[in-house]
Every structure is written in C-alpha cells, then in structure tokens.
C-alpha cells in the first residue's frame, strides 16, 4: 500500500521560512514524478512544484518562482519543498502527491493526474 506522509508545516512570519518533507513507501517513485499542491480555505487546490524525477526537470506556478524549491532524494523515497521568502498568501494546507504515468510538463501541474496523496500538512504565514 502506497503512503506518503508529509511534515514540517507550522506557523512563520511572513519573509521567513519552512520546509516541507514528503516521504513515500510502498513503492518506489523513481521514474515517475511527484508534486505538491495547496488549498486554501474556501479556494480550489492549486498546483505550487512538481519534479519529475526521471528527467530532473522540476516545475513551479509562477508566484513561487525564486522563492520555494523542490527537491528529491532518490534513495530516501523523499521529496522536499524548500519555501523561503514566505507571504501570508501561502497560507494554505499543503499537500503532497505522487504519479504512476511519467507525466509531461502539463499534466505534471494538473492535480487531477495524480493517484496518490499525504493527509496533508497546514502552513499559516502570519503578516
């Protein structure tokens, strides 16, 4: 049974800083890709990074540029996200995913296309 399980989420003041840890059993993501996404209250899921592992290429949504990271441990089964800079607008429940298909840079940011989820873990950026 695949589990991802998702830490590091708390509260900051805006400017500061977290990281997020996404680890995965149950199977092995190597060649596949694995993203995170994020839900505010009363708002649709939004797609923030994703790294597609078997290319190295890694994707953001344009209001994280520069400021988060995503990264991957390969032999730990372990994505990071790396979020500096941090605005109150990222305040969200932040969410981890992995896919089975190798997706391409479209449906890699597309929530809809992953088969597996963490439970979740809430940011709150203070003003």
């Known amino acids: 049974q695949v589990q991802l399980v998702e830490s590091g989420g708390g509260l900051v003041q805006a400017g500061g800083s977290l990281r997020l840890s996404c680890a995965a059993s149950g199977r092995t993501f190597s060649n596949y890709g694995m993203g995170w996404f994020r839900q505010a209250p009363g708002k649709e899921r939004e797609f923030v990074a994703a790294?597609?592992?078997?290319?190295?290429?890694?994707y953001y949504r344009d209001s994280v540029k520069g400021r988060f990271t995503i990264s991957g441990d390969n032999a730990k089964n372990t994505v990071y996200l790396q979020m500096n800079s941090l605005k109150p607008e990222d305040t969200a429940v932040y969410y981890c995913a992995a896919e089975n298909y190798g997706l391409g840079p479209v449906g890699i940011t597309q929530w809809a296309e992953y088969d597996y989820w963490g439970q979740g873990t809430q940011v709150t950026v203070s003003s």
């Open positions: 790294i597609s592992w078997s290319g190295g290429s890694t």
